[in-house]
């Protein structure tokens, strides 16, 4: 008969609990975060920027209106509007095909 065993890494016999990354390693990721939110932010801005600028034609063409503009402004600065805004453009393309 075989027996499984598991293992966990850093695991005893009395204490099992699964690897977690380091410390060290969470803190880094935490720290690249930070660092890249404010070019991340600003390139969302520059883009939605682009989009107001657009005539009411040139964003009925591609699926949107000032209105989900406005409110693509109004979401918190941590949200990515652009993506908020494909999924409105997503959203209506599906309703029109049915």
């Not at 699926?63 to 409110?71: P, Q």
Request: glycine share 4%.
């Amino acid at each position: 008969m075989t027996t499984i065993v598991s293992f966990f890494i850093g695991a005893t016999a009395d204490n099992r609990r699964q690897a977690s990354p380091s410390r060290l390693y969470r803190l880094a990721c935490a720290a690249t975060s930070a660092l890249l939110w404010l070019p991340r932010f600003w390139k969302t801005r520059g883009e939605l920027a682009v989009l107001a600028a657009m005539s009411e034609c040139e964003r009925r063409d591609i699926g949107l209106t000032a209105f989900d503009v406005e409110n693509a402004l109004t979401l918190p600065v941590d949200r990515d509007p652009t993506e908020v805004l494909a999924k409105v453009v997503e959203d209506r393309r599906q309703r029109r095909e049915f």
